[in-house]
Every structure is written in C-alpha cells, then in structure tokens.
C-alpha cells in the first residue's frame, strides 16, 4: 500500500520552467541562511554542490511503493521542461526516503515523511570554479521567470562569498540508546540468531542524544563538516524550522549517469593510528583479518546480485578508503543498464545495502525490527538528487545526525557477523561518531 501527495498534483501539472545565470561565488551557508524553509544542500567529491530553497513543486510518499510513486511523479511534472542555462544549472529534485517504509514522521523526525522531493523555487549549483544561480517555477510564463530570475540574483550577489563555520554550542551530557549493557546483549542475542543459521549479517545501529550548552545550528554544522570532510558525500535536508537531517557520509549508494551505474561496497572498519605505523598496522588488519574481509565481501557479493537484475556487472579491485578518524574497505561496482533505467530504480534495488541492512534482507529487516529500540528514521537511507533525464547520485545516511534547538540525535551502526565480539563492535560504534559529536563539542 502506497500514499502520495504533492504541493503540484501530477495530473494537473504544467510545463516546468526554469532560468539561469552565471553569478560570484557566494557562501552556500549564507544562501540558506537567507531563505526559509525547505532547505537542502548536497555536495559531493566529485565537485558537484547543490543548494535548494522554497519549493516550485515538492511530493510526499509513503508505504512499500514509494520509490516507483516518487518517480511516477516526478515524470509526470517533468515531462514538459523549459530550461534557459547550462546543463550544470538544470533543475534538480533532492531529497530523500526512510529507513523503513512503514516509518511515521514525529518524535526525534518531525516533518520528515517516508519520502519527500523538493524541486527547489531557487537553486544554487556549482562544478569547478563556476557557480549558476536557476529560479523554477511551474506554468509560469517565461519572462516572469526571468524577472524573478534578476531579482533573486541581485539578493544573492549581496551575500558574502565566505562565511566562517562557527562556534561549536558544546556538549553538556550524551545519553545512548541503548546503553552499553543493553547493546552488548544485543549483539550477543543476533550473533546467537547468526549462529543458529537463520541470518549471515545484520547491521545493528545505535542513537546518541547530545543535550547542547547552546542551539545548534545546522547550517555552521554542515560547514565545519565541509572542512573536515571534503571527501564524502555532505548533505543537509530541512524539510521544516522544526529539524535538519544532516551528514557527511564515505558511502555512495548510486550514481547514474548515462547508462553507467556506480556504487560502492562498503564495509569492515578500523581506526585510524597516531603514527604512519600504527594507520599501516590497521590497514594490514583490514587486508588480512578474515572477520573484515568476509563482511566485505557479504555486502559486494550481494550488491553485485542485485544490479545484475538491471545489468552486466563490472566488480573492482578492493581497496581502502581512509578517512581523518577511520578507515573502510571499499569495492567498486558498476553497471551497464537500459536507457529506461531511472536512478531511482537502481536506489530501490539497492536500499537497503547488507552494510546498512543485513542478509538475507528480509530477515536482518524483522531482526532489526525486533532489536532496535529506536527510530532510524532517515538514517541509513537514501539521501540525493535526480533530475528530468532520470540521472542523479544518492549517497547512504550514515555518519549522520538529526538537530533540532539544543538537542542533536547522531547514529551509528555495525555489522555483525557470526564472530562479532561485543566489546569490540561497541569500541568501533564510538569511532563512527566522532564525525559530528567532533563538530558539536
């Protein structure tokens, strides 16, 4: 059963028309600052940022069908499109989906429906040392959109073309859910489940409240992790005043361009060492150490499967992806599919990952049912973009937070295989959130 509901019915939408131009840089934190809700930014290693405020047309959806009830929409209000400007400026839909369908927005996610697309009223975008400002409207004559094109340019070459992150609020205490006892038995009851022959992996996740000395802040949040983690995959959504979902995450979960297909499997972590000779112990480790590599190899084995449903699969060579407070391994894939292949088709075959799910998928789903005592919400999830062609890049929501005033809710997560050791697997969890507690603290 699927719901769906949009600012912009799709029954009664008309052409999509959107104009561009070329403008200074400009502090992409000062541009959401300056514009109210929805706000979404996305950045990612590749040089592409995205920002995105007000909303021409935004779409809500839920239930098991949500990604096909996305896109049929989303086809629908794209079918006629009118854009002025460079391909880089085109109009794109950002957004995102939960962790589990039958997700429901409130507690530690208000304003954050199973699944929400915004094609944003005004849109910032830059690649390379070119940064186009586009305004969107929706069965709008053209020379009005132009107008408001000038309009919103003059209030945009107002703002600074740099802006500092800020201050950290500070971290007065952080409550886990579960606590550490809790979570230990946790991970010893689905090792006993993994044992037992009924699951080969379940990745088992975590929550963190940190009550703040001050309100935070998400877009200075979103900055500092720029600076820290440029890297990775950035993204803030803020649906409403009320909460931002925000992140930097190492994990791509597709990216369609074309007819090509990218994804990433990625899985089994370490630390990092205080000395170039303690980081090459822990590589060794990661290389070497049978526990890592089999979980690596669960998650490529498995994401290679389910692309070979849309396409002839090419799996790379591993290697290690090192990040400045852990270190993963990492498989590249690829796919060659169809011309009719949407990115969104790719996101479902995909979500969720065994890195962020488990095998068989069913079971791991009902096991974390069971398990977690918590909402993971977005979590997880898949968070990105795509535009009229079907084309776009989603990443995995992990090493991600949700804030609201002085409270901020961060996750984390492990897989756990048959020999997972509890204190070790609560060691590594502490590791993962160190992006964001880092930033607040």
Same mark, same amino acid.
């Given at each position: ?80 499109? !009118? ?18 369908? !039958? ?317 997972? !050791? ?20």
């Amino acid at each position: 059963m699927s719901s769906l509901s949009g600012e912009t019915a799709a029954a009664d939408t008309g052409t999509v028309v959107s104009r561009s131009c070329r403008v200074d840089a400009v502090s992409y934190r000062g541009f959401l600052e300056a514009n109210d809700a929805p706000r979404i930014h996305w950045a990612d290693p590749d040089g592409l940022e995205l920002s995105g405020v007000g909303a021409a047309a935004r779409v809500t959806a839920s239930g098991g069908e949500r990604f096909d009830a996305v896109r049929e929409w989303a086809d629908d209000l794209l079918a006629e499109h !009118d854009h002025g400007g460079p391909d880089v400026a085109r109009p794109r839909l950002l957004g995102g989906f939960s962790f589990l369908a !039958d997700h429901e927005a409130g507690g530690s996610w208000p304003g954050f429906p199973p699944a929400e697309f915004v094609l944003p009223a005004v849109q910032l975008a830059s690649a390379g040392d070119e940064t186009w400002l586009t305004v969107t409207r929706v069965d709008e004559d053209p020379a009005a959109v132009e107008d408001e094109l000038e309009a919103a340019r003059d209030r945009v070459e107002s703002l600074p073309a740099m802006q500092p992150g800020g201050d950290a609020p500070g971290v007065e205490q952080t409550v886990p859910t579960p606590d550490a006892d809790a979570w230990r038995d946790q991970v010893g009851d689905v090792v006993d489940r993994i044992q037992a022959g009924n699951l080969r992996k379940v990745a088992l996740a975590t929550a963190l409240r940190a009550d703040l000395a001050g309100d935070v802040e998400s877009r200075n949040l979103l900055e500092r992790l720029r600076q820290r983690y440029p890297e990775c995959f950035r993204f803030l959504v803020e649906p409403t005043d009320d909460a931002a979902f925000l992140g930097a995450t190492p994990e791509r979960l597709a990216t369609l361009r074309g007819d090509t297909v990218e994804t990433t499997a990625l899985a089994g972590s370490v630390g990092r060492g205080d000395t170039p000779e303690e980081d090459a112990e822990l590589v060794a480790q990661l290389r070497e150490g049978e526990k890592l590599r089999h979980e690596q190899r669960l998650v490529t084995e498995d994401i290679a499967d389910r692309l070979r449903a849309l396409g002839d699969v090419i799996i790379g060579d591993r290697g290690v992806r090192t990040l400045s407070n852990i270190q993963h391994l990492e498989t590249p894939i690829e796919a060659d599919v169809g011309d009719d292949v949407h990115v969104l088709d790719v996101v479902e075959a995909l979500h969720p990952t065994p890195a962020v799910g488990g095998l068989p998928a069913v079971a791991a789903l009902d096991t974390i049912r069971e398990t977690e005592s918590f909402d993971r919400g977005w979590y997880a999830a898949p968070v990105g973009w795509f535009d009229a062609d079907g084309e776009g890049t989603f990443g995995v929501g992990i090493r991600s937070a949700v804030t609201a005033e002085r409270e901020v809710t961060l996750f984390a997560g492990n897989g756990i295989v048959a020999d997972s !050791d509890p204190d070790e697997e609560y060691e590594e969890i502490q590791l993962k959130y160190r992006p964001i507690l880092d930033e607040l603290e």
